[in-house]
């Protein structure tokens, strides 16, 4: 077990954020987080947070994931430093985010499934691709109580599943299917393209992304920001829009916030949320 203590660490806002969807709640208060073929369980008590795995794991795959290197009281600094009231008082009810870096290609298929699409129905859609798939996630069982009584599904790459399952109605993806079977026929024919997107800049990325068909500038500005770790990149959807057009109708100041515009909109995207 790993403990921290941060007032920038908040694992119920991050999975209220948007950016992720396999975080649940458990029974026993903590949450859990399927990603990178893991499985963790997460507890917080006032600024502590406990981690539920080994040193290894938390060394060579959950300090990245977590973003635990970046200095979020920098951050903290920027926005007390501006006159944005209406900012300052979304950090102040989600200080707690932080931007996870999550494997790229589960954050593709995640937010083209997540186009015109609620939550929970995203969520289902994922749980039950990676259920078919079939491939289970590593879990530290000796650190982690009653794991083994569901199973956890790690989530499938290009290779890992069969094509034609997209054509399950079942699967709640709608339009969608059709996209996602291109992506993954793609993703087969070309095994170069995703370490290529990770090769690009946050430009490049958007626009060889936005060439496959399903991927918006919204969409791609998702996976540029929580698959490729493009801070700067700002996606803007319709309650962006909204909260734009409200609170910043002479214009959203990003010169301020040059290169950590997607933490800013993180903010104000859980505080729209909130506030609904």
């Known amino acids: 077990m790993i403990e921290v203590t941060s007032k920038y660490f908040d694992p119920f806002e991050i999975m209220e954020s948007g950016q992720c969807f396999r975080w649940h709640k458990n029974e026993n208060g903590r949450l859990s987080v399927i990603a990178l073929e893991r499985y963790i369980e997460i507890e917080k008590s006032g600024d502590t947070i406990r981690f539920f795995c080994d040193k290894c794991d938390w060394d060579n795959i959950w300090h990245d994931y977590f973003d635990m290197s970046r200095d979020y009281g920098y951050i903290d600094k920027l926005i007390s430093g501006t006159k944005d009231v209406h900012l300052k008082e979304a950090f102040k009810l989600?200080?707690?985010?932080?931007?996870?870096?999550q494997d790229l290609w589960e954050m593709i298929v995640s937010f083209m499934i997540?186009?015109?699409n609620n939550i929970p129905r995203i969520k289902g859609s994922i749980e039950a691709i990676c259920e078919r798939a079939g491939i289970e996630a590593i879990c530290e069982s000796h650190s982690i109580e009653n794991v083994a009584v569901t199973k956890k599904y790690s989530f499938p790459g290009p290779l890992d599943v069969d094509i034609s399952m997209f054509d399950d109605k079942s699967l709640g993806l709608g339009y969608r299917a059709p996209f996602l079977k291109d992506i993954f026929s793609f993703a087969r024919e070309n095994p170069e393209w995703l370490d290529s997107l990770k090769s690009m800049n946050y430009e490049q990325a958007k626009a060889a992304l936005m060439e496959r068909k399903g991927i918006?500038?919204?969409?791609?500005?998702?996976i540029c920001l929580f698959g490729l770790g493009h801070v700067e990149a700002f996606p803007i959807d319709t309650h962006v829009k909204q909260l734009l057009d409200k609170y910043y109708s002479a214009g959203f100041d990003f010169e301020a916030f040059d290169g950590v515009a997607g933490i800013i909109q993180q903010y104000l995207f859980y505080y729209e949320l909130m506030n609904k």
């Open 94 to 101: 989600g200080q707690g985010i932080r931007i996870l870096k």
């Open 114 to 116: 997540s186009q015109n």
């Open 216 to 222: 918006g500038p919204k969409v791609a500005n998702c």
